[in-house]
């Protein structure tokens, strides 16, 4: 087993030595790599870069499994870094965020922080308004991947998260890919397979601003949800268990608007709850990858965001809590608003729902969910 993993080891270094640049040289979207290597928890974090022939640009750093950058050409060609992010593994280790993690070992909240499972009750930790949010304080966002670079398009990452991990049951192997493709699409998918009876709902948590300068807020980006319902919440931003239709309310984005056009209206009680957009959509997808989930177009600068996913629902995140107390990449303040989030998932607190879709993975099964976000330009 250990000359095994030795092999794998070195196979992966000449790999990356191949497939990656020098680490002295800075990335497309200005990140300096060495910035990104440190150890946390005695694991080594890298930044890796995946680009296609088109000259996009994805840059990644196992240390949560986070996109750190996104470069696409805007409509007069030139390349913008349409993500939130930090410049340094340090930022991110200090700034508790979500900024662009892969997210686990449950998205989204659990109210109380209580599941059952055949007749247990576990409490897991409470870190959001009494809440369990992606997966706890020290969820996946915030753990070392083992990071497996395929080739120059593609990024395999492993978490082992054993058993009793923020008191999830089950020793869990989720491994997420990341996959650039030639016509601007970053394939994610993820899979996990456990030794005991335990729950998960795995995403992707990038903040988006297409306009390529986080400094304004996103609120004049155009939205389209393909979905008749969505998930209300309580004033704690948990689900009601009520579906409730999106016709004639703020949140129908079933014809695209803009996101801001009723964001302040805190006369509807939802956008007062979810202080903005902080919501489940209930997708008409019915499962279908190559069916579009949602849209999501900056008008400054034509670049557009197609989200496909085999995921039952999106959380719609507008970016609420930024407050202009962090500080990002190039020295960026993010205010409120400065970005819009679009999580595919499985709903908020489904482990105690069950007349919804099942989160629950049993040994022997194998989850699995794949979500594309296709980027394009409209001029």
């Given at each position: 087993m250990k000359n095994y993993f030795l092999s794998a080891g070195i196979a992966a270094c000449i790999l990356a030595s191949c497939t990656q640049k020098p680490e002295?040289?800075?990335?497309?979207?200005?990140?300096?790599?060495?910035?990104?290597?440190?150890?946390?928890?005695n694991a080594q974090t890298n930044l890796y870069t995946l680009?296609?022939?088109?000259?996009?640009?994805?840059?990644?750093?196992?240390?949560?499994?986070?996109?750190?950058?996104?470069?696409?050409?805007?409509?007069?060609?030139?390349?913008?870094?349409?993500?939130?992010?930090?410049?340094?593994i340090a930022d991110y280790i200090n700034v508790p965020s979500d900024f662009g993690a892969?997210?686990?070992?449950?998205?989204?909240?659990?109210?109380?922080?209580?599941?059952?499972?055949?007749?247990?009750?576990?409490?897991?930790?409470?870190?959001?308004?009494?809440?369990?949010?992606?997966?706890?304080?020290?969820g996946w966002q915030y753990q070392v991947y083992?990071?497996?670079?395929?080739?120059?398009?593609?990024?395999?990452?492993t978490r082992i998260s054993p058993d009793g991990d923020e008191n999830f049951p089950g020793n869990v192997t989720a491994k997420v890919t990341y996959k650039l493709t030639e016509d601007n699409a970053i394939d994610i998918k993820y899979s996990a397979t456990t030794d005991k009876k335990t729950v998960i709902n795995m995403t992707n948590h990038s903040y988006f601003n297409l306009s390529g300068n986080p400094a304004k807020a996103a609120t004049d980006h155009i939205l389209y949800v393909n979905a008749d319902n969505y998930t209300p919440v309580d004033s704690t931003f948990m689900t009601t268990g009520e579906i409730l239709p999106v016709k004639d309310t703020p949140m129908d984005f079933t014809t695209p608007k803009a996101v801001g056009q009723d964001i302040n209206n805190y006369d509807f009680i939802q956008l007062k709850n979810g202080n903005g957009y902080d919501h489940n959509w209930v997708l008409n997808t019915n499962g279908d990858i190559t069916k579009l989930a949602a849209k999501l177009t900056s008008p400054e600068t034509g670049i557009t965001l197609e989200v496909y996913t085999n995921e039952p629902g999106i959380q719609v995140y507008s970016g609420n809590f930024l407050d202009g107390t962090v500080t990002g990449k190039k020295g960026?303040?993010?205010?409120?608003?400065?970005?819009?989030?679009?999580?595919?998932?499985?709903?908020?607190?489904?482990?105690?729902?069950?007349?919804?879709?099942?989160?629950?993975?049993e040994p022997g099964q194998t989850y699995n969910s794949e979500c594309i976000f296709k980027f394009g330009v409209e001029k």
């Open positions: 002295t040289q800075l990335t497309l979207s200005g990140l300096n790599p060495t910035k990104f290597q440190t150890e946390v928890n680009k296609n022939k088109a000259g996009m640009e994805v840059c990644i750093t196992n240390f949560g499994g986070r996109i750190v950058s996104i470069m696409v050409p805007d409509k007069n060609g030139n390349m913008q870094d349409v993500v939130l992010g930090f410049d340094s892969s997210i686990g070992r449950y998205a989204n909240r659990i109210n109380q922080g209580r599941i059952v499972l055949d007749g247990d009750t576990i409490q897991l930790p409470q870190n959001n308004f009494g809440h369990c949010l992606h997966g706890g304080p020290k083992n990071a497996n670079p395929i080739d120059g398009t593609t990024l395999e990452l960026i303040v993010y205010n409120q608003r400065a970005s819009v989030c679009l999580e595919t998932q499985h709903y908020p607190d489904s482990p105690n729902k069950p007349e919804w879709p099942s989160v629950i993975l």
